[in-house]
């Protein structure tokens, strides 16, 4: 073999072995867009944001996914867990750090982070699961990740998917996927361009990315209005709508003042009564509540036997009423609490006190 062509041969061999592992096109979730001046002088809108899209033709569950950040040369990933699914066609977005006030809001974000891009260069990542990602120190070396549904290298990146990296980003540019996020080649340099920002979530219309119009229908139709009124599984109706006990002084145990709750209920497995309050201001007072079941109805433990038991204040948890294993009476369940102290009124300023009590019912 001539010595020319054995050096040509030898150099695209080594040029081969260099090259970044191959990835195949992402069936579904792809990034659609990124944008790293969130909040910076002259910036568009106050968040960085990472935007999604299913350019597939089934719904994803996000619910173990993750949009996951690491710096240009850096292999220490920040993760965002998602959540819920994303239908065919449709964006998710997820907004990510604020530098300052600077910009217009973004749109109703789908999932929220505290991750700060950077706008010279950066590594985001479509990820299966929240495990953080040790890979991208290296064009190709987060290629054989499975976990990995789509990589977007930019600017500066030391990975990414195809021969390039996708632009450098900006306060007013974003990297933006071709064909509304249709478009995957699996190069990013190819895929994206840096365009005006313009983030989408959730409620955006759908986008097809089957291709060409739909074809015409031969076909008519009318449509028809149709409604129905249903009640609710769950109502809960109180005697009155305040306690007052009037005027007291400190040291006197105020009479309990009645405050019976019905409860409506169409749950076959019946629901259970809790109370719980806000403390009293200026000072807090030790308020409290007794009361009876109605047929089918168990008490709580701490009302067992007419007991006055304090009510909590959060984050303790409730205050059990109590339940039932059926559906509500017909016209409801009547429950007879009463509204007391469980000890004297202590010292305190004289003035008026106030707090709320919130009776809440749940369905089993």
């Not at 695209?12 to 001046?37: E, K, N, T, W």
């Not at 259970?272 to 089918?296: E, M, N, W, Y």
Request: hydrophobic share 40%; proline share 7%.
């Amino acid at each position: 073999m001539p010595r020319a062509r054995l050096l040509l041969v030898l150099a695209y061999a080594v040029a081969l072995l260099l090259a970044p592992a191959a990835r195949s096109a992402s069936a579904d979730m792809v990034v659609s867009q990124v944008y790293a001046g969130g909040g910076n002088s002259g910036a568009s809108y106050t968040n960085d944001f990472v935007e999604i899209f299913n350019r597939g033709t089934t719904a994803i569950d996000l619910s173990t996914w993750s949009i996951q950040y690491a710096s240009a040369a850096g292999t220490s990933w920040q993760a965002t867990p998602l959540s819920g699914s994303v239908q065919p066609g449709r964006y998710y977005l997820v907004q990510l750090a604020s530098a300052a006030a600077v910009g217009s809001a973004l749109p109703t974000p789908d999932a929220t982070g505290t991750t700060n891009l950077a706008q010279s260069g950066g590594k985001v990542a479509v990820v299966r699961s929240g495990t953080p990602l040790t890979c991208g120190a290296a064009a190709g070396s987060c290629a054989t990740d499975a976990s990995i549904a789509d990589l977007v290298g930019y600017g500066s990146a030391a990975d990414y998917e195809g021969s390039d990296a996708a632009g450098a980003l900006s306060s007013t540019g974003a990297a933006v996927r071709a064909g509304a996020g249709c478009t995957d080649t699996d190069d990013n340099g190819a895929d994206f361009s840096v365009e005006t920002p313009a983030p989408r979530n959730a409620a955006t219309a759908a986008t097809s990315c089957a291709g060409g119009p739909p074809p015409p229908s031969s076909g008519a139709s009318k449509d028809a209005a149709v409604d129905i009124d249903i009640e609710p599984v769950l109502s809960i109706a109180l005697e009155r709508p305040s306690v007052s006990f009037g005027t007291a002084m400190s040291g006197e145990t105020p009479a309990s003042v009645s405050e019976r709750v019905t409860v409506s209920s169409n749950n076959a497995a019946g629901y259970a009564l809790t109370v719980h309050r806000t403390a009293f201001t200026p000072a807090d007072l030790p308020l409290g509540l007794s009361s009876t079941a109605p047929a089918g109805g168990q008490l709580g433990g701490s009302l067992a036997g007419g007991v006055m038991a304090p009510i909590p204040i959060p984050p303790a948890a409730d205050l059990l009423i109590g339940s039932t294993t059926a559906r509500s009476a017909q016209g409801g369940d009547a429950w007879g609490a009463r509204v007391g102290f469980v000890s004297p009124l202590p010292v305190v300023a004289p003035g008026r006190y106030s707090a709320t009590i919130t009776f809440t019912v749940i369905g089993r």
